[in-house]
């Protein structure tokens, strides 16, 4: 198992808790300078899956700094909760939503995506980015994403992935294994966080292998797209 504190005693639960409170100050800074700002494209683009679906209530697993939770909105739900392990990342997150006087649609609890506080079938959409990898157990978290999804529902996860061109993929594994930890580790001042990020991309199943953790939690029709020479994958599937 890949962890973030590799001489660290504590589960990867724990860990990742920890590492995203150390970083979360400088998260949302260093995700536009290291991926360009392409996640807003990517993270637009998982939203507009489910557009057809108009979902009245949607939950937003692993919200982070609340970026897809806010890109949500764009669909008119009703409510939108995020939840997150890392406390310190929901305060920024919170901050965000306030900011956009938003408080009256989005709301923040703090929780393990691996036992949701919520009940059996509270939502309509359950949506996820670059959270999925950071799971202890990959297959026990989307198997509560299920969980808490009605008939008809439709989960939508957006994660990093390797890319799909030989020749583009080497020049991306020395930027993601050499420049992105460096850059990272001088920005955020945590000399493991950024060197955990490659490594749990490289470590998590390719395209069809996390379709089929799909499937085995119950989800049907589930598919794949991949964006930017595939460096990022968003997969789909809808609660029978």
Known sequence: MV?????????KKQQVRLMFNNIAARYD???????????????KKAISLLRDLSPRTLLDVATGTGDLALEAHSLRPEKIIGTDISEAMLAIALRKVKRKKMEHLIGFVQGDAENLPFEESDF???????????????????????????SGGQVVV???????????????RFYFTQVLPAVGRWVSNDRSAYRYLPDSVYDFPDRESFVAILEAAGFKKCRFFSFTMGIASIYTGFKP
């Open 3 to 11: 962890l973030p504190y590799q001489d660290s005693p504590k589960g």
């Open 29 to 43: 800074f260093l995700n536009r300078l290291l991926s360009f700002s392409i996640d807003r494209f990517w993270r």
């Open 124 to 150: 309509d959409a359950v949506v996820t980015a670059f959270g999925v990898r950071n799971f202890e157990d990959i297959q026990k978290g989307i198997d509560e994403m299920f969980r808490v999804l009605r």
């Open 158 to 172: 957006l994660e990093l992935s390797k890319p799909l061109n030989p020749v583009f993929s080497g020049l991306y």
